[in-house]
């Protein structure tokens, strides 16, 4: 059974928010290894991989990411496939991935305000862990 961390995420959702997170990252143009270990540690808890299963889906969304469509689109998609609770989780992972480097760019946060706006999580729900 799930602890609260880990959700039953469809391909689709865990595609979305791996599409985000590595946007995101990608976000400032330095994809810093402190970003990628968080990505992977994100994925590894959320969905319950192992770190090489963590990493694998981490390549397929870098590879997704550059045809995926608008980030405001993805962010639409995410709200149609989850509650607010899961979409709200994917807010604060992007906090976090955005954090990872110890800079907060301000690409990366008018990312992460662009994805809670599109995706319906109002800025009250969102917390940074």
């Known amino acids: 059974m799930p602890n609260a961390e880990q959700i039953c995420w ?3 959702a865990q595609r979305a928010m791996g599409v985000l997170l590595v946007r ?8 810093a290894q402190a970003e ?3 990505i992977d540690r994100l994925f590894a808890r959320h969905y319950d ?3 090489i299963e963590a990493a694998k889906l981490r390549a397929v969304c870098e590879g997704q ?5 608008t980030t405001e689109d993805l962010a639409k998609a995410v709200q149609d496939m989850m509650p ?3 979409r709200v989780k994917i807010i604060t992972a992007l906090w976090q991935v955005s954090l990872a480097d110890g ?11 662009r994805v809670a706006d599109a995706a319906g999580v109002p800025r009250s729900d969102i917390s940074v862990e």
């Open 84 to 86: 607010l609770e899961q």
């Open 36 to 38: 990628i270990a968080r």
């Open 103 to 113: 800079v907060l760019r301000d690409e990366e946060a008018d990312l992460v305000s």
């Open 49 to 51: 991989l192992t770190p």
């Open 10 to 12: 469809t391909e689709d």
């Open 65 to 69: 990411e550059k045809t995926a469509g």
């Open 24 to 31: 995101l990252a990608r976000a400032d143009a330095d994809y």
